[in-house]
């Protein structure tokens, strides 16, 4: 069972900056792309970086010079977002989402996942 765990929300004031992690785990031969998306409330979910496997990046447009997501080096199994300059319209629920290259009994699958989410609150 592959599993998507993210940590590093919080609560920040305008300016300051926050760390995402999300680690895959489970039965994974291998990932390609990587991303983080965020939803706010009353709001519908919205793409904010994704990373592929080759590093090519893409950032929505709000995000850009501000925003960077990477990838572990070693394991690549891991997404980080750092995000600096963060300003109240950042705060949302962030997600991430990975798409892995699974083995389920002798066939091997690719499937979007996601993560449960955490929460990011900037203040005024």
């Known amino acids: 069972q592959v599993q998507l765990v993210e940590s590093g929300g919080g609560l920040v004031q305008a300016g300051g900056s926050l760390r995402l992690s999300c680690e895959a785990s489970?039965?994974?031969?291998?990932?390609?792309?990587m991303g983080w998306y965020r939803q706010a409330p009353g709001q519908q979910r919205e793409l904010v970086a994704v990373?592929?496997?080759?590093?090519?990046?893409?950032y929505a447009d709000s995000v850009k010079g501000r925003f960077t997501i990477s990838r572990d080096n070693n394991a690549k199994n891991t997404v980080y977002l750092q995000m600096n300059s963060l300003k109240p319209e950042d705060t949302a629920v962030y997600y991430c989402?990975?798409?892995?290259?699974?083995?389920?009994?002798?066939?091997?699958?690719?499937?979007?996942?996601w993560g449960q989410g955490t929460q990011v609150t900037v203040s005024s």
């Open positions: 990373i592929r496997a080759g590093g090519i990046t893409n």
């Open positions: 489970g039965i994974i031969l291998s990932i390609n792309t």
């Open positions: 989402t990975a798409d892995i290259l699974t083995v389920t009994g002798w066939r091997q699958t690719l499937n979007d996942y």
